[in-house]
């Protein structure tokens, strides 16, 4: 079994912390807490720390990470350049959950971005992971936690029963606030681009970077790839996920398969009560403020894999730019 650690969420143990940038240090990968999900962190100019996080997750190598850094002056030394942009949004989100995608500097190994010329890079704003790159004084490469194309955990037990062994070190500091990753936004281009909706929520982006693209085709349409890694399968719990578009139509669906024998997990948005009994589907209700449900999702998900049901019906998510995020994760981790 992994060796588990419990961390004081707001005031993290310097004893642990150490600890943890002595595994670093040694190679070795350590679990770590941030406000989005739980990242699996190895020194990110340490190639072969690198390619234990691909064998660790079952990753491709062609994927490439998201650099962890302190600050904006640790970023820019994994850049070739770094512009005014990069600098204002810096400024404006971090530590935070944006991620933004540079051109990656000489001297930073391939291997990290999955051999690609650009390179992701985020500060997190988790006391534990900014303490603990405070500690190393050099960046992570920190990965979601979890087995390729697998749900993102978002507590230290997700990590666990994904990766066992497989990891040297896990800081639990509890569930994360955010439940779900980063936003990623690529400012190579002329005009900034959003590859994959996050915790940061658009507007809020929008209101510094008024140019930015947001392709609906991200969230709508199967054929749009815009970010290497991102597999339309992706996020993915075990158990078959299905997506209705409504409120009835989830429930008709789960109770028509339960009553075929199989076992089924519905997961909805809204307050409704039905004459229906519940006992034949695992049903859970999730909230309907989308920042909400999304830091419940994952591990509703995670849930109810752990409760062995063979299929997950989930009520779509409204068709609004604040539910982006959302929606784009249920359609990776759906089966049609
Ligand atoms: O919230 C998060 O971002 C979490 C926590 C741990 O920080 N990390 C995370 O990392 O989600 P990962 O490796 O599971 O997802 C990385 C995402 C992928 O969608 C990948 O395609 C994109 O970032 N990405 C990474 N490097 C890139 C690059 N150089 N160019 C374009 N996209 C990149
Ligand atoms: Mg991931």
């Known amino acids: 079994m992994a060796r588990v650690l419990t961390v004081d969420a707001r005031a993290p143990d310097a004893g642990i912390i150490a600890e943890a940038v002595r595994v670093l240090r040694g190679g070795g990968l350590v679990a770590m807490p941030t406000e989005t999900v739980y990242g699996l962190a190895a020194r990110a100019l340490d190639e072969g720390a690198v390619a234990r996080v691909y064998a660790a997750k079952g990753r491709p190598g062609h994927h490439p990470l998201i650099a962890h850094v302190e600050g904006e002056a640790q970023a820019r030394a994994l850049a070739a350049s770094w512009s005014e942009r990069a600098s204002l949004v810096a400024k404006a989100f971090w530590p935070g959950p944006l991620t933004i995608v540079v051109d990656r500097a000489h001297d930073v190994p391939a291997a990290v971005a999955g051999g690609g010329p650009s390179i992701a890079i985020r500060a997190p704003a988790h006391p534990v992971a900014l303490a603990l790159l405070r500690a190393l004084d050099e960046p992570v490469a920190a990965p979601s936690a979890n087995r390729f194309q697998g749900l993102s955990p978002t507590t230290a037990d997700h990590v666990v029963k994904q990766l066992g062994d497989a990891v040297d070190l896990v800081l639990d500091a509890g569930p994360c606030e955010a439940g779900i990753e980063s936003t990623v936004v690529d400012l190579r281009p002329a005009r ?14 929008r209101r510094v970077l008024p140019d930015v693209e947001a392709p609906t085709e991200i969230v709508r349409g199967a054929e749009a790839r815009p970010s290497p890694g991102m597999e339309a399968r992706h996020y993915a719990p075990r158990a ?20 075929t024998g199989a076992r089924v997990g519905l997961v909805t948005h809204e307050k409704r009560t039905t004459s229906v ?10 909230p309907q403020e989308p920042a909400q449900y999304a830091r419940l999702l994952y591990r509703t998900l995670h849930d109810l894999d752990d409760a062995g049901v063979d299929v997950i019906v989930v009520q779509g998510v409204p068709d609004d730019e604040a ?13 049609e």
Not at 192 to 205: E, S
Request: hydrophobic share 50%; charged share 30%.
């Open 240 to 259: 078959r996920l299905l997506l209705a578009d409504t409120w009835e139509e989830a429930r008709r669906i789960a109770y028509g398969l339960a009553s």
């Open 277 to 286: 009994p519940e006992k034949q589907v695992i049903a859970r209700s999730l």
């Open 323 to 335: 539910w982006w995020a959302v929606a784009d994760r249920l359609r990776r981790g759906s089966t």
């Open 192 to 205: 900034p681009r959003v590859l994959r909706p996050g915790a940061l929520d658009l507007a809020a982006l």
